[in-house]
């Protein structure tokens, strides 16, 4: 079935440590962008593409950075510099038609201990 | 800049109707959708209004007024099942990029 692959869905880090959290999908869809929840809030925009070799800073993307060097994937790293790594990422993506609907990935739970 | 306004929890009972009301401020607006979301899991798309009016699909409605930039999720029949946490998402060209502006969320208990 297509979807929005996210891995792992459960990650531990030191402080001090870079990670990465892998996105893939098989929709087709030109479209990704990653998503940070805190507890009790909405969802934060951090970066987003539109097309392959391209992509934007959304409204917190300080501590973060992203590469998509294939349609399919779309992996973000949390740097260290990122203060207050602890949140619930979310992956999504949308196709081409104007219906508002994203569609997302499972999540990856990140905790910094 | 973009907002958007949602109460931040709701209780209701079993059977009843809830209304969730979401209100926005935004230039290059494209439409409004609506996502529910339950706890430890992702979003998942409820409904979009482009234009105003009132969406129908089963027992949730999405009512949208582009001049009074205010829309509203409705819920009818409750189930338990229902109990989730509910975010209005704004899509729209304010800065020269396609991508969705979430609220805040509204909490939906259902009780029996």
């Known amino acids: 079935d297509g979807g929005i692959t996210q891995s792992p869905k459960y990650l531990f880090r030191k402080e001090g440590q870079n990670v990465t959290l892998s996105c893939e999908q098989n929709?087709?869809?030109?479209?990704m962008y990653w998503y940070r929840q805190d507890p009790g809030q909405g969802l934060r925009l951090i970066y987003y593409?539109?097309?392959?070799?391209?992509?934007q800073k959304g409204d917190i993307a300080e501590g973060y950075s992203v590469s998509r060097e294939k349609k399919e994937s779309f992996p973000l790293t949390v740097t260290s510099a990122q203060k207050n790594p602890t949140a619930f990422y979310l992956c999504?993506?949308?196709?081409?038609?104007?219906?508002?609907?994203?569609?997302f990935g499972e999540g990856s739970r990140l905790t910094v201990l | 800049g973009q907002s958007l306004e949602q109460p931040s929890e709701v209780t209701a009972v079993e059977g009843a109707i809830v209304q969730i009301n979401c209100t926005y401020q935004t230039s290059g607006f494209y439409g409004l959708s609506w996502y529910q979301q339950h706890d430890g899991g992702a979003p998942t798309f409820l409904s979009y209004n482009a234009l105003d009016g009132l969406e129908e699909t089963g027992r949730f409605s999405s009512f949208l007024s582009r001049s009074d930039s205010y829309g509203y999720l409705l819920l009818q029949e409750l189930q338990m099942k229902d109990s989730a946490s509910y975010f209005c998402a704004v899509s729209s060209m304010d800065t020269g990029r396609r991508a969705l502006t979430f609220g805040s969320g509204t909490r939906l208990q259902v009780q029996p």
């Open positions: 929709l087709n869809h030109d479209a």
């Open positions: 999504a993506s949308i196709g081409r038609s104007n219906t508002g609907e994203l569609f």
């Open positions: 593409s539109q097309i392959v070799n391209d992509f």
